[in-house]
Every structure is written in structure tokens, then in C-alpha cells.
């Protein structure tokens, strides 16, 4: 029998596959290498794979700019290599979701060439063209997420054409049915190799406003802390015009109705929006003729985590979705490792790594894991010089970059480049790394890997965790204390999210407290002893 419902609190790992392992020595990950390292992912008990984009690109934004959507880049291997690593993941078994690409091709599809070519080729209306207005400027104020203006002027077509992200990434235009027509045969190409699932790029970027109306100015109050740097002018807009467009649905309903022409597959749909995310993830979610779930940005962004905002983002979601499905993660190949981005001023880094793994896996909706964060790694601080993120470069030195979180996985001490290549790699390993690496932890007890694995297994042990409701109890200063429940089942959740020791007095109840997970805390009448960074859980006899 088939579980259709896999993916409702699933754990989901993402792997980077520039960085995961390179197999042929030419300092750049790759299939092969992904496949060889499959055994460590089903050690780690995760439900599914996500691998970022690896079809035909030139790479200006690493493979989030394709021309190609049915080949895969002859950096990363071949459809035969695609096929050996999905059957292998499988025999393991691990689901495989890809990352499609669907919002912009790269500029060197020969879609686009097609499309630029002339004001009436047959792919004239693929992509978003417009005069300019009689001054010779952009046709409205919508900003580029990378920088500048989101409109590039083409010299052939003496046109404007649309790009939510870099110039090389042209927009395609989802409002021309023949655009949603070919885009939905991608998505069955792979879905007859087998793959088991999608992560979609961008998907609130779909369409456009037709009229192309100017996007009002954002007062700054309004102003939310985001992923993006602040310096950056688009984070100074409303994005009323420019995405979350409400001809979205009818599409996603297409998508999903493709979907459901094959047995159990899941779709993520990414909607990176610091004004509204939550209430679109509810839009997009909320019914059997969407998507499953949507990759929320609320935990990627600067703030650090306190009881509270634990707290307002679970009950944001759920007043803004109460029928939709989130993803939360913390760390992704785009925004600064949590460890650094919340806990550099933390001394015991590694136990706020553990920490932070039991949150992320306790609270409700599914989970992404990013490679790397398993062993607890740091932010990589790399030189200007080591750049190779065209954002990074863009914005610096207020703004890195994503390269930082994009260094290669770190597999054995004991060997050159961690394990990872045989040649100096795409970006460097960092030294500190090194120490991290899978194979230091592995088998130490007391490592940020080992409580992972032995959290994922707790997970999957108590139904609760994936599937259950969310109750919260008021926060005890920098104590955050939930309950999970599912049928006659009630998990208690007790994080000390601070570095001293503290006493939490639990909520009314007969808590039979779970042990293996991996924290201890002294527990005496309905007061617990809970140490800095630590976790308590209990059961409701
Ligand atoms: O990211 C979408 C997105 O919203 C990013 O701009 C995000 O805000 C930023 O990277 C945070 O630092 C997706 C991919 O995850 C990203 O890697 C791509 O560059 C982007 O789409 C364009 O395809
Ligand atoms: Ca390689």
C-alpha cells in the first residue's frame, strides 16, 4: 500500500549538490558523489531527499538558472547517473524530490533565444516583454530581488523582459496557457523517471500583474526583517503587482491535478515573502487541489528565536492558515547557518546545535534539514576573493553573500579537502570544519550527529511529532514549554532556550518523562532541573 500522505511532517534533507561530494576529481559535487553518499542519509532516519537544481544551467545562479529542464548538466552527470542515484535511494528508502526551476529559465534556453529574436516568433509571448515608456525608462518601479531594476532592455527586440531575480534569469510569462502547458510536461518528464516529489522555486513569483502596475512604497514601519539584506531597495516596496498573483491558483490546480495522475507524490512550493508569507502559504496549501505544503521563511531570517517568537509564528500560521501545511527550516543554501546566524555569541555551539535539532523536529508542520546542519556546522567566512554568489558580490560588504553556507560537506578529517574532492574544491573547505566532520562524530555519543539521529528516531517513535496539534503553555522566562497531541497520545515539549541552568515548573498532568532522545534534566514533583540548551520531553500517562 502506498502512504499518499508521506510527506505531512516529513523530514526533508537538502542537499546542495555542488557541495555534497564530488566524484571525478573535478572539485565541484556531483550525482555520483550523491549516490555514494546515500548510506549517510539513511543513517540519519530522514523521510526524503531535496536536491537543488542540477539540469542544464550556465550556472549564474549555480543551476537556478536552467536551459534545460529534461537534461541534466554534464557537471553533475548524466539522466544515467539521475536514474542509478534514484534507485538507490529508493532500495535505501528515500524519497527523492527535485527542484524545479519554473518561475525563469536562464537567459540561454532556446526558449528565450527564440522568444527575443523578433516581436512575433511563436514563443514571442513566453516570456514578459514591454516597450518602454516614451523616455526610454522601464515600464513601472518593480525591483529585482539581485539588485536594479526587474527589467533588462533587449537590443534585438528593442523590448523590456521581466526578471524577478539576475538579468540572465528572464521571467517566463505563466499567463500564456502554451508556457503552462510546456512546464507541466517538465514536471511529468521527471515524474515517469520516478522522482517522488517536487521543491518549487519561487512558486509566489509564478505570475505577474497583466497591467503591470507600480508596486506602492512600503512604509518603514512595515518594514519586516528578511533573508535579503537590508540595504537592499526591494525589501522598501509592497509586492502587491509583481507576485502572489491570484492567478496563481488556477495553475497550481493544474499542477496538482498532474500530480495526482501518479501515486504518492508531494510538492513543497517555496514562498519567500517577509509581508505576507504566511497567509500565502495558507492560500496555496489549504485544499487537496493545491500544493501539500509551502517552505515558509519565517525561521530563516536574522531574529533570534526566543520563547515567544516560537510561539507568535505557530500561532500566526495557524490564525493566518488553519487548514494549510507548513515546512519550517532553519538553515537552507541561501540564508546564513543557523548556528552563526542565531548562536554566534553562544559558547557551547554545540549545544545549541542539539537544541535547536529538537525544536525544529518538534514543532508542527514538516522539516528541512540543510547538509551540514547535521553535524552542527558554522558559517564559513570567506574573503572577497572566494565569492562566487553574484548577490553576494552584488551587495557586499554589507551583504556576503550565500556562499558562506555553501561550502563543501565535510565527510573524513583524516583526508584531504574533508573528503570531499581530490582537487581544491569550488569554494574552499573551512578549517574549522574539518574538525565537524562526519566521520569525528560518528559514533561519539555526545556529538550534534549522533543527537540528531538519535532525535530523528525519537520522531518517527511518537506519532505526535508529525502529525499531532500544537499547544502552547505561557513561556517561564527563557523557557518554551508545548504540547503535541495526536488521537489519545500527548508529548510534552520543555526547551531551556537560554545558557544557564534553569527550573521550569511543568503543566498540570501525570508527565512520564522519555528518556533516549538524548537530554536529561532532573525532574522532581512537577518541577523540572533543565540545563542551559537543554530539552525535556514527557508523556501524558
Ligand atoms: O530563492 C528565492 C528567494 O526568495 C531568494 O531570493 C532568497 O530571498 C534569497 O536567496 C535569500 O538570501 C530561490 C533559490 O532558493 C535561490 O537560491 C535562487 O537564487 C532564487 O530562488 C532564484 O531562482
Ligand atoms: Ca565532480
Partial sequence: TVDKDWWRGAVIYQIYP????????????????????????????????WISPFFTSPMRDFGYDVSDYEDVDPIFGTLADFDVMTSEAHRLGIKVMIDLVLSHSSDRHPWFAESRSSKNNPKADWYVWTDAKPDGTPPN??????GGSAWAWDPTRMQYYLHNFLTSQPDMNLHNPEVQDRLLNVVRFWLDRGVDGFRLDTINFYFHDRELRDNPALEPSRRNASTAPAVNPYNFQEHLYDKNRPENLAFLKRFRAVLDEYPAIAAVGEVGDSQRGLEIVGEYTAGDDKMHMCYA???????ALSPDRVEEVMDDFGAAAPDGW????????????????????????????KQYAALLLTLRGSVCIYQ????????????????????????????????????????DSQMAQGGFSTVKPWLPVPVEHILHAVSVQQGDESSVLEQYRRFLAFRKQYPA??????????PQDDVLIYTRRHDDETILCVFNMSATEAVATLPEGNWQALTGHGFTSNNYGNKIDIPAWGAYFARLA
Fill in 141 to 146: 518601479n518593480w525591483l529585482s530581488i539581485f
Fill in 326 to 353: 507548513a515546512c519550517w527550516a532553519f538553515s537552507n543554501h541561501d540564508v546564513v547557518r543557523h548556528v552563526s546566524r542565531w548562536g554566534n555569541l553562544v559558547a557551547d555551539r554545540e549545544a545549541f546545535a
Fill in 18 to 49: 555542488r557541495s555534497y561530494q564530488d566524484s571525478n576529481g573535478d572539485g565541484i559535487g556531483d550525482l555520483k558523489g550523491i549516490a555514494a553518499r546515500l548510506p549517510h542519509v539513511a543513517a540519519l532516519g530522514v523521510d526524503a531527499i
Fill in 297 to 303: 521563511f519565517e525561521f530563516l531570517s536574522p531574529d
Fill in 372 to 411: 551540514g546542519e547535521e553535524l552542527g556546522l558554522t558559517e564559513a567566512e570567506l574573503s572577497y576573493q572566494d565569492l562566487q554568489d553574484p548577490y553576494g558580490i552584488q551587495f557586499w560588504p554589507e551583504f556576503k553573500g550565500r556562499d558562506g553556507c555553501r561550502t563543501p560537506m565535510v565527510w
Fill in 465 to 474: 511529532f508529525a502529525k499531532g496539534e500544537i499547544a502552547f503553555t505561557e
